[in-house]
T-cell receptor, first 112, second 114 residues
């Protein structure tokens, strides 16, 4: 059975800190991994990663995938209170399936 | 706003009643997905449509659940004979094209079954 584990489950940091969120997976026929940010509503898309070792970057956020060691990290530098949210990783796997399988998420709280 | 929309945003019902939720995807998105999310968990896949065809259904989707997308645009999710365990956030997402694409989520319908 496919499995995805996110760590830590929750994290409290001060504004300006840098954080690294982890997503490890055991997936049959892995195809791609996605990161989403969820505040008190819909998950919003951050990144999609398909190739190993290629960093994707958007402002203060960046992410990379390691398909050999089966994990991805999401980095947030110079955190702001607006970064407080649950960060979810999800993946496409299997042959011909288009469902996303999500982890439980990491709850990030950024305090002033 | 041209994002995914869902109605109603909140629904309170009594056990045993039927409920129906609606999802309007982003215009021209050919794929539409339904997920369910409970507190402290990530979204769990329920079903997905490509145009009007329902192509995948999760084992989570019991026979009390039915989804339709009759004209390949909006979709409805109906839950018959609701149970307290159905209380959750029901999320809809849509995507465009073939292969693995970004799914864009709507704001969800929060269901509470009393």
């Amino acid at each position: 059975e496919d499995k995805v584990v996110q760590s830590p489950l929750s994290l409290v940091v001060h504004e300006g800190d840098t954080v690294t969120l982890n997503c490890s997976y055991e997936v049959t026929n892995f195809r791609s991994l996605l990161w989403y940010k969820q505040e008190k509503k819909a998950p919003t898309f951050l990144f999609m990663l398909t190739s190993s070792g290629i960093e994707k970057k958007s402002g203060r956020l960046s992410s990379i995938l390691d398909k050999k060691e089966l994990f991805s990290i999401l980095n947030i530098t110079a955190t702001q209170t607006g970064d407080s949210a649950v960060y979810l990783c999800a993946f496409y796997s299997g042959a011909g399936s288009y469902q996303l399988t999500f982890g439980k998420g990491t709850k990030l709280s950024v305090i002033p | 706003d041209t994002g995914v929309s869902q109605n109603p945003r909140h629904k309170i019902t009594k056990r045993g009643q039927n409920v129906t939720f609606r999802c309007d995807p982003i215009s021209e998105h050919n794929r539409l997905y339904w997920y369910r999310q409970t507190l402290g968990q990530g979204p769990e896949f329920l079903t997905y449509f490509q145009n009007e065809a329902q192509l995948e259904k999760s084992r989570l989707l019991s026979d009390r659940f039915s989804a339709e997308r009759p004209k390949g645009s909006f979709s409805t999710l109906e839950i018959q004979r609701t149970e307290q365990g159905d209380s959750a956030m029901y999320l809809c997402a849509s995507s465009l094209g073939a292969g693995e694409k970004t799914q864009y989520f709507g704001p969800g319908t929060r269901l509470l079954v009393l």
